[in-house]
């Protein structure tokens, strides 16, 4: 008899998101709580002068009972009223109802659920199928040209207004047109979110990461651009190679794929249409006039409104509801009003994977008592402990550890600026005891940060752009290994070349 072997299967985001919850608790177990004094800081942005209250790293204490010994608390199976409400078992609603509108989880949760839905009407209209048709038609032989295209023009955007969640929407439209063409999900993805996020860690002025790092830092706001251009361009073009080789090995053997049973739909579709045109008229002209339309909307309203979740999602849903506006009256893929209501449901269902994944991994934050750098918490003392840690060593050494713990700590808080005002406010009079300059301490902050983003599986962002493209997060890592090894051999050269140059 043949034995057959069983492949190893990556396991589900929502179970590792579930046993990363169970480590986090049993950390509680031994973790003694600690806490910050918070303090005011301002600094100037733009010509404007900006405030944000940050903790004072000088002033970390450790809970103490009445006795004078250290406490701990245990994570709870179920939350108590002492413990905030919060436990173990009910992390999932506890996580998906963390947070405002404006961020965290209730915010990005539904700016999913809301693009989802505008896209599942905009996709029912079937303009997108036959714009990427004709787009096949006109660059036969030159696919592979738009990748460099996109990949540049998407990491400026992650550069200079600090781009990430409006990647999702284009992720619906790249990932089936790259199919179409020949390749994969993956390179759709890595031209549209993953380039955002190179240009965000290599930023000269990302005012959502950058700015926040250097203001707490106590150094002029967008200082450093002639060491950070230049980082720019390198990284940008180190990602263009690699996605542009991988993408010419999966024209010539698709099965190659991460994703090649999962874009099997996709593929499928695509080969019936090659045999009958799908028709290209002006109803569907109108719809993609409408989508560029938002796009620039958006654009406009984040660089010069200061546009955030909750607006850039109404633009989407404006989107939407015009496109299925044109689809009934143009009677695009015989589309009536009951069809746009059941494809807006259709879009949003097929993002609700994603939505809930960004609850669940708030529930990581959850258990380990929250960010608060006023509470008592293990993650208050995690922090102090690395921290404490990483003196005694050669300054290069001290900076790289800085990128290494910024690296592993964006696992726990995802936002960059939420991050910075957490880390930055004791990264930088850290550096100044090992003798590291603070502008090399931000370079540590910036790609340590965003690089991270396009594999932890508790980035809301990367999960809602995996959904969108119908890719598994174990699919993508295990193609994103590769690339994220990449990346932390130019950061940690980055980050020496910073030190040795004398960054400041």
Same mark, same amino acid.
């Given at each position: 008899?043949?034995?057959?072997?069983?492949?190893?299967? !990556?396991? &589900?985001?929502? %179970?590792?998101?579930?046993?990363?919850?169970?480590?986090?608790?049993? #950390?509680?177990?031994?973790?003694? #709580?600690?806490?910050?004094?918070?303090?005011? /800081?301002?600094? !100037?942005?733009?010509?404007?002068?900006?405030?944000?209250?940050?903790?004072?790293?000088?002033?970390?204490?450790?809970?103490?009972?009445?006795?004078?010994?250290?406490?701990?608390? =245990?994570?709870?199976?179920?939350?108590?009223?002492?413990?905030?409400?919060?436990?173990?078992?009910?992390?999932?609603?506890?996580?998906?109802?963390? +947070?405002? *509108?404006?961020?965290?989880?209730? +915010?990005?949760?539904?700016? @999913?659920?809301?693009? +989802?839905?505008?896209?599942? @009407?905009?996709?029912?209209?079937?303009?997108?199928?036959?714009? @990427?048709?004709?787009?096949?038609?006109?660059?036969?032989?030159?696919? %592979?040209?738009?990748?460099?295209?996109?990949?540049?023009?998407?990491?400026?955007? +992650?550069?200079?207004?600090?781009?990430?969640?409006?990647?999702?929407?284009?992720?619906? %439209?790249?990932?089936?047109?790259? /199919?179409?063409?020949?390749?994969?999900?993956?390179?759709? %993805?890595?031209?549209?979110? $993953?380039?955002?996020?190179?240009?965000?860690?290599?930023?000269?002025?990302?005012?959502?990461?950058?700015?926040?790092?250097?203001?707490?830092?106590?150094?002029? =706001?967008?200082?450093?651009?002639?060491?950070?251009?230049? !980082?720019?361009?390198?990284?940008?073009?180190?990602?263009?190679?690699?996605?542009?080789?991988?993408?010419? *090995?999966?024209?010539?053997?698709?099965? #190659?794929? $991460?994703?090649?049973?999962?874009?099997?739909?996709?593929?499928?579709?695509?080969?019936?249409?090659?045999?009958?045109?799908?028709?290209?008229?002006?109803? &569907? *002209?109108? =719809?993609? #006039?409408?989508?560029?339309?938002?796009? $620039?909307?958006? /654009?406009?309203?984040?660089?010069?409104?200061?546009?955030?979740?909750?607006?850039?999602?109404?633009?989407?849903?404006?989107?939407?509801? $015009?496109?299925?506006?044109?689809?009934?009256?143009? &009677?695009?893929?015989?589309?009536?009003?009951?069809?746009?209501?059941?494809?807006?449901?259709?879009?949003?269902?097929?993002?609700?994977?994603?939505?809930?994944?960004?609850?669940?991994?708030?529930?990581?934050?959850?258990?380990?008592?929250?960010?608060?750098?006023?509470?008592?918490?293990?993650?208050?003392?995690?922090? &102090?402990?690395?921290?404490?840690?990483?003196?005694?060593?050669?300054?290069? @050494?001290?900076?790289?550890?800085?990128?290494?713990?910024?690296?592993?700590?964006?696992?726990?808080?995802?936002?960059?600026?939420?991050?910075?005002?957490?880390?930055?406010?004791?990264?930088?009079?850290?550096?100044?005891?090992?003798?590291?300059?603070?502008? =090399?301490?931000?370079?540590?902050?910036?790609?340590?940060?965003?690089?991270?983003?396009?594999?932890?599986?508790?980035?809301?962002?990367?999960?809602?752009?995996?959904?969108?493209?119908?890719?598994?997060?174990?699919?993508?890592?295990?193609?994103?290994?590769?690339?994220?090894?990449?990346?932390?051999?130019?950061?940690?050269?980055?980050?020496?070349?910073?030190?040795?140059?004398?960054?400041?």
């Amino acid at each position: 008899m043949e034995k057959t072997r069983k492949r190893f299967q !990556m396991p &589900h985001t929502y %179970i590792i998101i579930f046993f990363v919850i169970l480590f986090a608790a049993v #950390l509680t177990m031994f973790v003694p #709580l600690g806490k910050y004094d918070t303090m005011e /800081i301002s600094y !100037m942005q733009n010509g404007e002068e900006r405030t944000r209250t940050v903790l004072d790293p000088d002033s970390f204490q450790y809970v103490l009972d009445e006795n004078g010994n250290k406490v701990t608390k =245990v994570a709870p199976l179920f939350g108590t009223e002492s413990f905030g409400g919060q436990g173990i078992l009910n992390y999932v609603f506890e996580g998906m109802t963390t +947070g405002d *509108k404006n961020g965290t989880a209730v +915010g990005i949760i539904a700016f @999913i659920l809301v693009v +989802g839905g505008a896209f599942g @009407i905009v996709l029912r209209t079937g303009a997108v199928e036959s714009g @990427i048709m004709r787009v096949i038609n006109i660059s036969q032989g030159k696919e %592979i040209l738009l990748v460099p295209i996109l990949m540049t023009l998407f990491s400026l955007g +992650g550069a200079v207004f600090g781009m990430g969640e409006e990647t999702i929407p284009f992720v619906m %439209i790249l990932v089936p047109m790259f /199919i179409a063409m020949g390749y994969d999900a993956v390179v759709g %993805i890595m031209c549209s979110y $993953v380039a955002t996020q190179i240009g965000f860690g290599t930023s000269w002025q990302n005012p959502f990461s950058l700015a926040v790092a250097q203001g707490i830092s106590g150094i002029p =706001v967008m200082s450093g651009a002639w060491f950070r251009v230049p !980082m720019w361009i390198i990284f940008t073009v180190a990602a263009i190679v690699f996605t542009m080789r991988y993408a010419q *090995k999966i024209k010539k053997n698709p099965k #190659l794929s $991460v994703a090649y049973e999962s874009d099997a739909q996709y593929r499928e579709e695509f080969q019936k249409k090659e045999n009958a045109m799908p028709p290209f008229t002006l109803g &569907h *002209k109108l =719809v993609l #006039l409408t989508i560029a339309a938002c796009m $620039v909307w958006t /654009i406009w309203g984040v660089v010069t409104q200061g546009y955030y979740i909750p607006e850039i999602a109404s633009q989407f849903f404006v989107m939407g509801l $015009v496109s299925g506006i044109i689809g009934v009256a143009f &009677h695009l893929n015989d589309m009536s009003l009951n069809d746009v209501a059941a494809a807006f449901e259709k879009g949003a269902a097929d993002l609700l994977g994603a939505a809930m994944c960004v609850g669940m991994a708030q529930g990581i934050i959850i258990v380990l008592g929250g960010t608060s750098a006023t509470d008592g918490t293990a993650l208050n003392t995690i922090l &102090h402990s690395i921290s404490q840690a990483m003196q005694g060593f050669p300054p290069v @050494i001290s900076a790289w550890l800085m990128y290494i713990f910024q690296a592993v700590f964006n696992f726990f808080v995802v936002s960059g600026s939420g991050q910075a005002a957490l880390t930055m406010p004791i990264m930088a009079p850290l550096a100044d005891l090992v003798g590291v300059e603070r502008q =090399v301490a931000c370079v540590a902050f910036q790609l340590g940060d965003a690089f991270t983003n396009v594999i932890v599986p508790t980035s809301g962002v990367l999960l809602g752009a995996l959904a969108a493209a119908k890719l598994e997060w174990g699919q993508w890592a295990k193609f994103q290994i590769k690339f994220q090894a990449l990346l932390f051999i130019m950061s940690s050269a980055t980050v020496i070349l910073a030190v040795l140059v004398g960054l400041s």
